[in-house]
Every structure is written in C-alpha cells, then in structure tokens.
C-alpha cells in the first residue's frame, strides 16, 4: 500500500538513532526518546492559498529534517511506521556535510 499526503502535508519516516552511546552502554527501547529527524518519504501538492494559488512545498522526497517532539500523526502501514505532519511543523532541512562545506 501507498500513501499520497494531501495539501500541505508530508509523510515523514524516523531515523533510529543508534543503540549504544560512547562508553558502550546500550539503552533500551524503553528509555530512548523517540527521535526529532527523519526522512521524508512522500510529500502533498502544496499549499492552497485564500485566493486559490497552490503555493508547492519547500521539502522534497529524500530531505533529512527535524520536526518538534510532539508533531503530526503516527501511522503505521505494512508493519512501517510513519509520521504525518503538516510542512510549517517542520523545523528545518538537514544539509548533508560536504553540501555545507561547499562540496558537489
């Protein structure tokens, strides 16, 4: 199955964070925060503004980002879970390392 967000919304999947931390530890599922970043699966048309315009979404298919701790939706289809949540939720993109030193 597929899902298609409408309007302004965005299907988000959460990236894990690792298991252990430096010292070796491993922290249970039960202690661990659910993380703030994930990747973004599908996104809606756009925006539709009072005057009828659809103003196109900023993020895009494959865009890391980081949204609040309490945003959106979960939804779980096939046995993924998925968050959705509207685009002005989103608190930014992520650039990957070698696009913000100013590397192609």
Same mark, same amino acid.
């Given at each position: 199955? &597929? @899902? *298609?967000?409408?309007?302004?919304?965005?299907? #988000?999947k959460r990236i894990?964070?690792?298991e252990t931390i *430096?010292?070796? #530890?491993?922290?249970?599922?039960?202690? &661990?925060? =659910?993380?703030? +970043?994930? +990747? @973004?699966?599908?996104?809606?048309?756009? =925006? *539709?503004? /009072?005057?009828?315009? @659809? @103003?196109?979404? /900023?993020? =895009? /298919?494959?865009? !890391?980002?980081?949204?609040?701790?309490?945003?959106?939706?979960?939804? &779980?289809?096939?046995?993924? +879970?998925?968050? #959705?949540? !509207? +685009?002005? /939720? #989103?608190?930014?993109?992520?650039?990957?390392?070698?696009?913000?030193?100013? =590397?192609?």
């Amino acid at each position: 199955m &597929k @899902v *298609r967000p409408l309007h302004d919304r965005v299907l #988000i999947k959460r990236i894990e964070e690792q298991e252990t931390i *430096r010292g070796g #530890i491993i922290i249970p599922d039960t202690a &661990k925060e =659910k993380p703030q +970043e994930g +990747e @973004v699966v599908a996104v809606g048309t756009g =925006k *539709r503004l /009072e005057d009828g315009k @659809v @103003v196109p979404l /900023e993020v =895009k /298919e494959g865009d !890391r980002v980081l949204f609040g701790k309490y945003s959106g939706t979960e939804i &779980k289809v096939d046995d993924n +879970e998925y968050l #959705i949540l !509207r +685009e002005d /939720e #989103i608190l930014g993109i992520l650039a990957t390392a070698g696009k913000a030193a100013g =590397k192609k």
